[in-house]
């Protein structure tokens, strides 16, 4: 065998020197990472304003997703609000109407959780079909940070919640504010005003300085440069959570308030945009897997497409309404495969098949795709989004 | 604290849901509910009537006054048919306001106003607090009545001579009011949840069904050196927009020294105009022309844009847009050229003009 050169030779980086610290006091990945970007589908919408783009989960590992690559959602665009120009109203069925600054709500007690959001279009372009060819294009409308922030509840109580309060109304400060009813029971719950992700700041495309974390319901819910709370004793009936965020059943009929996250779960890689470059021999099978409902218990994982099914590795154990990271380390003897993954959270919900979902839901539902996928994985390591039967 | 008992009224299902969530989340340390921290400070009525603009099904929270259909269309045309049509019937892939009822139970249904939404209500609502997109709560509340009124009118769901107002408000029951269940998944859906999924021999032959490859709508990088595959007859969810890519124009050397904050002033003003047009690298035509190198260059130049045919004419007969004839037309865009596309209503104010020239300019 001929010597490795980048180890019989010295090399530039073994002999000179690096950058120093000053070079980047706030840094970026390494130019070498530069694919690993959100990317957006342009035909989706009509501007990139009121828009959406992708999470380059394949590209990932881990459960946090880093907030640069984090995908984002906005109705209006990412707007520009300084924290001292920033003020949170509580109002409607309160004893105090009251106002914070973002200074005042640095003073409530803080808590640190860790929360997947995913928009309730998630993979919505599969319903009618195979559409997209990568996990980032068909399951990317996902993040999952640590948020450091305040507990919605203990706001509301610092107002005092009247008696015939059911529900909160919020809305963002942009143009689009983005209204959403939540009944007052989940506002009480784990609803957190969170004003950090992942240690930092929220990025301006997160909603920077404030926004709203609504474990486990759907992204639309979570919502940014938050401003404003108002307890009533009924639902607004917004834009979106009539016109928008609403799933048409074959027959017509629409539901509502399908507020829930339901258990789903995707192979980040191997995947078309992740392909098996090393030939036959050891490979990792990796995804993620994620519930609404609760923690994910586990996750199965089929080569044949659905027929045999094994129980894949958890990287750490299902936490409540996060991210969880599978593997299943196999060795792959370089025959096709149709990779699957199944997901079962702790209600004990068992992620559907696409047919399964169909014939409850038809096809016009566009929301709450929580199908199971499958990449055809061929011989030459490249992967394909299919459906089988 | 007892009001925390109370009973609420929401559905059974999302209330075991909720306490199911809440027992698996006990394991997480929260803070000890504690009496009131004092902070913050009472809101004043006049914020609270700043912000609180949301209104109710039943018409709670609506201000006083009226529009009528006539006065909707001429708003309508003026404010929002840049991008919604001028019958409601939306531009690309801006949303369509009006028509398809009767399509909620065929393959993709067309879903608007007069056919989907339950509520006038959201219709008020939206458009009064976040519409025209670029240009939110700039509409006074009669001329959001007269909106809605003409978008009533463009759904057949009232005459010509109709007035919405506070009082008429109550008496429009939308076509889709009763088209809408509570979430139903832990009924409808139940049979997902199973203690024994199969785990061996589940299924008998499996064959491909379908392919991304034959639809080919996954956006390809630039650099992909793969040619681009045919694209297939059946395009799902993709759209017909087809534009040509304008070519970017190259970066031509600065002459004009501009004042940097007259420029930051015309990028803020320039924000009315980004639902249509875009500016600076990468940008490209939308519903309105690509305006790099605007200023100074001919009128209805823009590469792959399909302007009107006024537009073109006037190319054509020689007008370039420098400072003034741009001036001219961003005042009134409709009086200075009868027939152009641009339904934008024009910049009332000079200083805007000027700013947003100056800006314009950093991009030429």
Request: charged fraction near 25%; charge should be negative; aromatic fraction near 8%.
């Amino acid at each position: 065998a001929t010597p490795d050169p980048l180890i019989t030779q010295v090399q530039d980086w073994a002999s000179g020197l690096g950058d120093g610290v000053d070079a980047t006091p706030y840094g970026l990945p390494i130019q070498y990472e530069s694919d690993v970007v959100r990317r957006n589908v342009e035909w989706l919408t009509a501007d990139t304003i009121s828009s959406i783009n992708f999470t380059p989960i394949h590209a990932l590992d881990g459960t946090i997703t880093p907030q640069g690559c984090a995908f984002e959602r906005h109705h209006s665009g990412a707007i520009e609000l300084r924290k001292e120009d920033y003020r949170l109203m509580i109002n409607g069925l309160v004893d105090t109407p009251l106002v914070f600054t973002y200074a005042d709500l640095e003073r409530f007690p803080r808590e640190n959780r860790i929360y997947f959001c995913e928009c309730a279009a998630n993979s919505g372009m599969e319903w009618a079909g195979a559409q997209l060819n990568g996990a980032q294009f068909t399951h990317g409308m996902i993040h999952n940070m640590e948020y450091s922030g305040v507990s919605l509840r203990t706001l509301l109580e610092e107002a005092g919640v009247k008696p015939e309060g059911k529900w909160v109304y919020v809305e963002g400060a942009d143009a689009s504010s983005n209204g959403r009813s939540i009944p007052l029971e989940k506002a009480m719950d784990d609803v957190l005003v969170a004003f950090k992700a992942n240690g930092e700041a929220l990025r301006k495309e997160h909603g920077y300085p404030v926004r709203l974390v609504v474990p486990g319901w759907e992204g639309n819910m979570w919502v940014k440069w938050l401003r404003r709370v108002e307890v009533m004793d009924q639902p607004v009936e917004s834009r979106e959570e009539t016109s928008k965020y609403t799933d048409t059943l074959a027959n017509g009929v629409s539901r509502k308030w399908t507020w829930e996250m339901d258990a789903k779960s995707v192979v980040t890689s191997p995947s078309p945009q992740a392909a098996i470059t090393h030939g036959p021999g050891p490979l990792v099978i990796t995804g993620l897997a994620w519930s609404g409902r609760g923690a994910i218990a586990g996750v199965d994982v089929s080569l044949d497409g659905g027929k045999n099914w094994q129980e894949a590795r958890l990287a750490a154990p299902g936490t409540d309404k996060a991210l969880t990271r599978f593997y299943l380390d196999i060795n792959w003897d370089g025959s096709e495969m149709l990779l699957q993954s199944r997901a079962r959270d702790t209600s004990g919900y068992v992620q559907p098949t696409k047919a399964q979902l169909r014939e409850v839901r038809g096809l016009n539902s566009i929301y709450h795709n929580n199908a199971i996928q499958t990449w055809w994985v061929k011989a030459n390591g490249e992967a394909e989004n299919v459906e089988v039967s | 604290m007892s009001r925390f008992l109370e009973v609420l009224t929401i559905p059974t299902e999302s209330r075991r849901n909720i306490v199911a969530a809440a027992v698996l989340s006990m394991a997480v340390a929260s803070p000890v509910a504690a009496e009131k921290f004092g902070l913050g400070r009472p809101a004043l009525p006049e914020e609270i009537a700043a912000w609180d603009l949301d209104v109710a099904p039943d018409g709670t929270g609506l201000p006083a006054g009226s529009g009528d259909v006539f006065t909707g269309e001429e708003v309508f045309a003026e404010k929002c048919a840049v991008c919604h049509g001028d019958f409601a019937e939306g531009v690309g892939n801006w949303p369509k306001l009006a028509g398809g009822q009767g399509t909620l139970d065929h393959d993709d249904p067309l879903k608007t106003v007069g056919s989907y939404w339950p509520y006038l209500s959201t219709t008020w609502d939206y458009v009064n607090r976040s519409m025209p997109f670029g240009d939110a709560q700039s509409l006074t509340p009669d001329e959001v009545y007269a909106i809605v009124a003409y978008i009533l009118y463009s759904n057949d769901l009232v005459d010509d001579e109709f007035v919405l107002s506070d009082a008429t408000f109550a008496e429009i029951q939308l076509p889709n009011a009763d088209g809408f269940i509570l979430d139903d998944r832990l009924e409808a859906e139940k049979h997902f949840w199973t203690d024994s999924p199969c785990m061996e021999n589940c299924k008998g032959s499996v064959e491909i069904t379908m392919r991304a490859r034959v639809l080919d709508v996954t956006p390809q990088e630039a650099t992909a050196d793969e040619p681009p595959a045919e694209t297939g007859d059946d395009v799902l969810l993709a759209s017909a927009e087809t534009e040509a890519e304008p070519e970017a124009t190259p970066e031509q050397p600065e002459v004009v020294a501009l004042d940097p904050e007259l420029v930051a002033k015309g990028e803020k003003t320039f924000k009315k105009c980004k639902a249509c047009h875009q500016v600076g690298e990468g940008a490209k035509s939308k519903t309105g022309p690509v305006l790099n190198g605007i200023v100074g260059a001919q009128a209805g130049a823009a590469e792959g844009f399909r302007y009107s045919k006024a537009m073109v004419a006037a190319g054509d007969a020689g007008l370039v847009w420098n400072e003034e004839e741009l001036a001219a037309f961003l005042a009134k865009p409709k009086a200075y050229m009868k027939g152009t596309k641009m339904a934008f209503a024009g910049l009332k104010k000079d200083a805007d003009i000027e700013a947003i020239i100056a800006y314009l300019q950093s991009h030429s």
